[in-house]
T-cell receptor, first 118, second 113 residues
Framework: NAGVTQTPKFQVLKTGQSMTLQCAQDMNHNSMYWYRQDPGMGLRLIYY???????DKGEVPNGYNVSRLNKREFSLRLESAAPSQTSVYFC?????????????????FGPGTRLLVL | AQTVTQSQPEMSVQEAETVTLSCTYD???????LFWYKQPPSRQMILVIR??????QNATENRFSVNFQKAAKSFSLKISDSQLGDTAMYFCAFMKQDSKLTFGKGITLSVRP
């Protein structure tokens, strides 16, 4: 069980370039999320998907698009990267896990993608 | 909208001692969940403890326990017998029934040997 995986782990972009951050889960959870983490700001929700085929904006959606390709995969796209999008990006799912704390619904996070936009 | 406030940006504790991290939140919801997540230098977000608002009993997980005061909208985390591996950022988070998490800004905890 890999849980929540993200690719790439680290990426450097030039201003104006585009890229897609990939997220996949094998937990059979319906809900998936994209957050960004900036120093002193905590984690802020970019977009989320309550189920396959649906997506909704979070707190900071500008400059991003998402695709819920199927139940397992939820991608985040930057069409024209800006230095303000330099951040660490986390994908998460919501649902029930398999051990200890996770037997009840909670959110599970991927390892993060560190993005630097020059 | 919900807000989560962690007013202390950083704390330090001696190994083996006890430390309490504070968190307050604001909501008009009656049913919700509260979490503490740990983020070590690896950046992985690790769930530490979870509390359902409808439960009066405070959650505990080994050396970690919470003091949940629903009326005061307070949710503090107590770490007993602090260990060097507890050094990390800790985030308090609130989740409504519709599942969106709202995070506080985090607190950096350093455990001194």
């Amino acid at each position: 069980n890999a849980g929540v995986t993200q690719t790439p782990k680290f990426q450097v972009l030039k201003t104006g370039q585009s890229m897609t951050l990939q997220c996949a889960q094998d937990m059979n959870h319906n809900s998936m999320y994209w957050y960004r983490q900036d120093p002193g700001m905590g984690l802020r929700l970019i977009y989320y998907s309550a189920s396959e085929g649906t997506t909704d904006k979070g707190e900071v959606p500008n400059g991003y698009n998402v695709s819920r390709l199927n139940k397992r995969e939820f991608s985040l796209r930057l069409e024209s990267a800006a230095p303000s999008q330099t951040s660490v990006y986390f994908c998460a799912t919501r649902g029930r896990g398999t051990v200890s704390l996770s037997v009840q619904e909670t959110q599970y996070f991927g390892p993060g993608t560190r993005l630097l936009v020059l | 909208a919900q807000t989560v406030t962690q007013s202390q940006p950083e704390m330090s504790v001696q190994e083996a001692e006890t430390v309490t991290l504070s968190c307050t939140y604001d909501t008009s919801e009656s049913n919700y969940y509260l979490f503490w997540y740990k983020q070590p230098p690896s950046r992985q977000m690790i769930l530490v403890i979870r509390q359902e608002a409808y439960k009066q009993q405070n959650a505990t997980e080994n050396r970690f326990s919470v003091n949940f005061q629903k009326a005061a909208k307070s949710f503090s985390l107590k770490i007993s017998d602090s260990q060097l591996g507890d050094t990390a950022m800790y985030f308090c988070a609130f989740m409504k029934q519709d599942s969106k998490l709202t995070f506080g800004k985090g607190i950096t905890l350093s455990v001194r040997p």
